[in-house]
């Protein structure tokens, strides 16, 4: 019985079955993938609102020469915008940017930590999408679909895979901001019509990361226990009656957040790390503490099997005040981001840990037109931009020190390997081990996939 039990955890036990078959819903803690995967953990670091890689990433010397001028036509044929074909002028970046490690990847003055990765990393110039507006973006990014109801990435690779952690959730949701939300607001972290036991389990950025850990006064384990079980016993035979599989993810719940109570004080006290490892992820700084809590959180539950983890920090939609508020938010975000990297690296842990950095969509190279800022340089911002940016790779499956992909001199359309957002959302399935075109599930008549019915595995991409 000990052996079938530590088998069923592992994947092995009968019923695991096909990840292909329609409709099948029963969670598993642990569920082989499709191939021998180079990844077990994913920590993503969604930038939502569109970082600019013009001021960040991707120097344009040809911009230089044609600031303040009218972008040439040739740019702007496949544009259905009269506003910014009437009055669109080049805005070249007034960052300075460096040469990194022995790749030579280029960062700009506002990310000299990331810039110390160099190496380690994946720099992806050449990112496209199909939406332009924030909340399809980011639908799009985290979900494969415009749409909402869908499941997110996390939700599907933990429906896939399961998670390594008995006592904490196999998906996992913190957030930070530079005062405002995500504009897709929960609906990025949704399970769909995945079980709701897949949705991902968001921990607050602020104060103690998770609420009502503690037991009220007078409730002590065994009264709590004896409570879950009257729960479990009540639903079990509701479940029975109606068949309806979220009670099944109900009981799941309840089970989850007990033993959470046991696993997660644990997690997040933060006094076992060393006094060096405080300050190298900017807990010490007023600034950086909020984001650099989340990184070593996300640290930390990797360490303890958590699947998929999640990192929001909004926003980035710099439509005006471009460099103001891009200095606040690398200010923020930097050190942290390149903390976990290296912090991972040190451990052992980030071959086997996808490390992912990433905005919906970039920004324009010419100036914001709709919002009035004009041209003056302390108020100047860009606009959307989803034909042609960057995203960042570090960690399992992926080949380091390399860029990919090219835009053209103006760095408006990808011109040398596009890659799509189904292309990156192929690419890392295939890092977990986990066949895009075969994690599918049926619903309302159809199967569904996260890569819609597109994504090719981008093989420049992986090590």
Not at 49 to 61: V, W
Not at 286 to 297: A, H, K, V
Not at 397 to 415: F, K, P
Request: aromatic residues 8%.
């Amino acid at each position: 019985m000990a052996l079938a039990s530590l088998l069923s955890q592992d994947g092995y036990a009968s019923g695991v079955g096909d990840l292909t078959t329609p409709g099948s819903q029963a969670p598993s803690p642990s569920r082989q993938p499709h191939f021998t995967p180079r990844a077990k953990n994913v920590i993503f670091l969604f930038m939502g609102g569109g970082p600019s890689q013009l001021d960040l990433f991707d120097p344009k010397p040809e911009m230089q020469r044609l600031h303040g001028q009218p972008v040439p036509e040739s740019f702007l044929q496949s544009l259905a915008d009269s506003v910014i074909k009437g009055g669109a002028s080049v805005m070249a970046s007034p960052r300075k940017f460096t040469r990194y490690g022995e790749s030579g990847m280029e960062f700009s003055d506002f990310l000299p930590h990331l810039g110390t990765c160099a190496d380690d990393l994946c720099m992806v110039r050449s990112m496209f999408t199909t939406t332009s507006n924030h909340d399809p973006g980011q639908m799009l990014f985290q979900c494969g679909t415009t749409q909402f109801g869908h499941p997110c990435m996390g939700s599907w690779v933990t429906w896939g895979l399961g998670s390594e952690s008995q006592n904490l959730p196999g998906f996992v949701v913190l957030l930070s901001n530079s005062g405002k939300g995500l504009d897709s607001g929960s609906a990025a972290w949704s399970s769909g019509f995945l079980p709701s036991n897949y949705r991902g389990v968001t921990f607050r950025g602020q104060g103690s990361p998770i609420l009502h850990l503690d037991s009220p006064p007078g409730v002590d384990s065994r009264l709590q226990r004896s409570r879950l079980d009257a729960l479990r016993d009540l639903n079990s035979r509701r479940s029975a009656v109606t068949g309806d599989p979220e009670i099944e993810s109900r009981i799941a719940a309840y089970e989850l957040a007990y033993r959470m109570q046991i696993a997660a004080p644990e997690l997040v006290d933060l006094s076992s790390e060393t006094a060096s490892t405080l300050d190298a992820y900017g807990l010490n700084q007023e600034t950086t503490r909020g984001f650099g809590t989340n990184c070593l959180l996300a640290r930390r539950m990797v360490e303890r099997g958590v699947r998929f983890v999640q990192l929001y920090h909004t926003t980035w939609d710099d439509h005006s005040e471009l460099n103001k508020n891009l200095s606040i938010n690398t200010r923020m975000t930097d050190q942290p981001a390149a903390a976990l990297i290296k912090d991972l690296k040190q451990r052992g842990l980030l071959e086997d840990t996808l490390v992912i950095w990433a905005g919906e969509f970039g920004r324009t190279p010419m100036y914001e037109v709709r919002r009035g800022p004009g041209t003056d340089p302390e108020r100047a911002g860009r606009d959307h931009h989803p034909f042609g940016f960057t995203v960042l790779l570090s960690g399992g499956g992926i080949r380091s020190g390399q860029i990919v992909g090219s835009t053209d001199e103006l760095g408006y359309h990808a011109a040398e390997d596009p890659i799509h957002v189904h292309d990156l959302q192929a690419t890392i399935l295939h890092c977990l081990g986990l066949d895009h075109s075969r994690l599918t599930f049926r619903h309302q008549g159809r199967d569904f996939r996260l890569t819609d019915v597109a994504g090719h595995v981008q093989q420049k991409l992986l090590a």
